[in-house]
């Protein structure tokens, strides 16, 4: 569009430094017979006239507002107003949608307008004449009455001054997004996804009406707040000339509060969403959503229209009971107990005089207990006493949940189950591994735990775990160097295998000078092209379980995390778990004694020479081996993609496991060892 209007711009300014034989007329705009003056000339683009919007507009009796904000233009006629966004190829009639072939623009610092468009909307006739390049309109009239029987004269009146001429104005209505009461008052108000910055003057009419009752009347711009809705008469220069606003309000006791203070439950069972931009006053003190507690008297400010709540007045309830989550018990010479109570600590006194109760909601069992018997975790309402003492204490609970640790991650402080719920744990979370304290790092993934989750929050309080002792980390089938669940590829050349060879599927032993001194079996076929030597081929032969690994469990135990899309280069030492946490690029050489694990793809270009060290690599989907001189010892993983060795003068010793497995380089050595132990942990073996 505004290589478009530049050239159009030049054209005309090319146009008028003509000499006056050469000349192309301006286009002119006559209204009812007299001609339009402006100061930024008419142009004709895609065939139709684009003319300054308030010559020719006010000139047909319609209203004009301009919204900077949002580059809009609103033309307003009797009961007609149109309304056109710069750069929009579509417009509004009142309440229709009407397509345009040219969208409203700026140029020389003017909103230029299809002229034909906008005065058909305003009911005028326009017409356009071809060689004396001029647009004719007739602005529309008023109906006339038919003529009736002239009255007498009637006696001479004394002359009265003219009344003051109007404003002209459009209406809008909308939300109050914000309001500015200094130095300059003002609101906003949303219209749909548009919004408009009106001026509040002291002449401004406010009104403001609580639909529930009916109730309101006139106040200051101070009176209105956002969420209300509002119908406001603007006039020129978006000075706002009447604002009428209305809401509507619900009291009541809060039953529920959930989502975080989003939703809200009345006692009555009436539900309220509360906006994200509400204003939330407990006792008039400003607070959060999160600080709403059950059984609080509310009153809420709720936007006629959406029903969402604007404004959340609250009062404790009139008994001194406070509730929240159980954090600490202290059952010594003083006892006590913290409760946390929204993002306050509150520290409360038991009395030989305190009753203390504890309940499992799973069945509504339980009675009495004393204060050593209640659980950090718990959720609990206390009575107080006016010396903050506990006069009842009521605690609940839920039965452990027994579940499977898929993974566990301390980052995030979340467990993920077997069965994909995540669960967030409690800052003060309780681990203990066959009774003996530990910590979340040790939970072993795959190991099945009693998980005491708080009722309420659904945080995990304590997790017990019986963990089986260590066992000697399984190994693959004996003697082979390579196992893989389909095809195996070996279009290379002058390549060694010492060991076993099986897949699942089919073998091509397809290059030329490679040698395999053990057996290659396939539950398919097995086809090796001369030139190649293979001491033994089993066709047919029976399929053998093919280790797989769950990538996603080593992120939950990774001592180093590399972000997606990492390239690292030169050595690369690891240690324990290094977890790429997407696709990962090594262009160097992989040293260390540790396991290095991909979400995604991983490719290794070795480019420098190391001694062989004990790594093993798994990824996700493929795992490539490129470059020179490759030294590894380990398992070799790829999982839902393919395994490639490419390159040449390889050495890696341990075992291949894959999905799909090509080795397409030249002169490498691939060599089986028994020591080596597949890596954890394991989906199946």
């Known amino acids: 569009m505004r290589v478009l209007t530049g050239a159009i711009i030049v054209l005309v300014a090319a146009a008028w430094s003509l000499p006056a034989q050469g000349q192309v007329p301006r286009i002119q705009v006559m209204v009812d017979g007299q001609p339009v003056v402006f100061d930024q000339p008419p142009v004709m683009m895609q065939g139709r006239v684009m003319v300054p919007l308030r010559g020719v507009f006010e000139r047909l009796g319609a209203s004009v507002v301009w919204d900077d904000a949002s580059r809009t233009v609103v033309a307003v006629r009797g ?4 309304e056109l966004q710069i750069g929009r190829l579509w417009a509004r009639v009142n309440n229709r949608t009407i397509p345009l072939e040219v969208p409203a623009l700026v140029m020389g610092g003017r909103t230029l307008v299809p002229l034909r468009f906008v005065s058909e909307a305003l009911g005028a006739v326009v017409e356009w004449r071809e060689a004396a ?5 007739i602005a529309p009239q008023p109906p006339t009455a038919p003529p009736a029987a002239a009255p007498p004269p009637p006696a ?4 009265r001054p003219a009344p003051p ?34 001026t509040i003057t002291p002449e401004t009419a406010i009104s403001r009406v609580d639909l529930s009752t009916n109730t309101g009347g006139t106040i200051a711009v101070a009176g209105l707040a956002p969420g209300d809705d509002a119908e406001v008469q603007v006039g020129d220069n978006n000075v706002a000339l009447r604002i009428r606003a209305t809401y509507r309000s619900a009291a009541g006791r809060i039953d529920t509060v959930a989502a975080g203070g989003q939703t809200i439950v009345l006692s009555g069972g009436q539900t309220f969403r509360v906006n994200d931009q509400a204003r939330v006053l407990i006792n008039d003190q400003p607070h959060g959503t999160a600080d709403l507690r059950r059984g609080m008297v509310v009153t809420l400010r709720v936007n006629p229209t959406t029903s969402e709540v604007w404004e959340v007045r609250a009062e404790r309830a009139a008994a001194a009971v406070t509730s929240g989550v159980l954090v600490e018990v202290h059952p010594g010479a003083n006892p006590a107990i913290v409760v946390q109570e929204g993002s306050a600590l509150r520290r409360i006194s038991i009395t030989p005089q305190t009753t203390i109760t504890r309940v499992n909601l799973s069945n509504d069992a339980g009675g009495s207990v004393n204060v050593r018997q209640l659980v950090p975790g718990d959720d609990v309402e206390v009575q107080l006493a006016p010396d903050n003492t506990a006069q009842i204490v009521r605690a609940t609970f839920r039965p452990p949940l027994v579940a499977r640790i898929q993974s566990v991650s301390p980052q995030a402080r979340a467990i993920v189950l077997a069965d994909g719920r995540t669960l967030s744990l409690s800052d003060r979370v309780r681990v203990l591994i066959n009774e003996q304290p530990g910590t979340i790092n040790e939970i072993p993934p795959g190991a099945t735990a009693r998980l005491r989750v708080n009722p309420s929050t659904n945080r995990v309080w304590e997790i017990r775990v019986d963990a089986p002792a260590a066992q000697p980390a399984p190994r693959g089938p004996a003697g082979f160097v390579i196992l893989a669940h389909s095809d195996i590829a070996f279009p290379g050349r002058g390549n060694v295998f010492n060991g076993h060879i099986h897949t699942n599927a089919s073998a091509f032993i397809n290059g030329a000078g490679n040698a395999v001194n053990g057996t290659v079996e396939a539950a398919g076929e097995v086809r090796v092209t001369p030139g190649n030597t293979v001491r033994r081929v089993s066709e047919r032969a029976a399929r053998v379980p093919v280790p797989r690994f769950n990538v996603e469990a080593f992120r939950a135990v990774a001592t180093t995390v590399v972000p997606g899309g990492t390239t690292l280069k030169g050595l690369v030492n690891v240690t324990g778990v290094m977890f790429g946490d997407g696709d990962l690029i090594i262009e160097g050489a992989v040293i260390g004694t540790g396991t290095l694990v991909v979400r995604g793809n991983l490719t290794i270009r070795t480019i420098l020479a190391a001694a062989p060290t004990q790594v093993s690599l798994v990824a996700g989907r493929d795992l490539t081996i490129e470059g020179n001189g490759t030294l590894l010892r380990g398992v070799f993983y790829s999982g839902a993609g393919n395994l490639y060795v490419r390159g040449s003068n390889h050495r890696l010793e341990g075992m291949i496991v894959g999905d799909k497995v090509s080795l397409e380089g030249t002169g490498s050595i691939f060599t089986y060892r028994p020591e080596v132990g597949l890596p954890q942990p394991l989906t199946s073996q």
Do not use: F, M, N, Y
């Open 156 to 159: 001479p009146a004394p002359a």
């Open 79 to 82: 009961d007609t107003a149109v």
């Open 133 to 137: 390049r001029t647009v004719v309109i």
């Open 165 to 198: 001429a109007q404003p002209r104005s459009v209406t809008l209505a909308g939300v109050i997004r914000e309001v500015q009461t200094a130095p300059s008052p003002s609101i906003l108000l949303a219209r749909g996804s548009t919004a408009h910055r009106l």
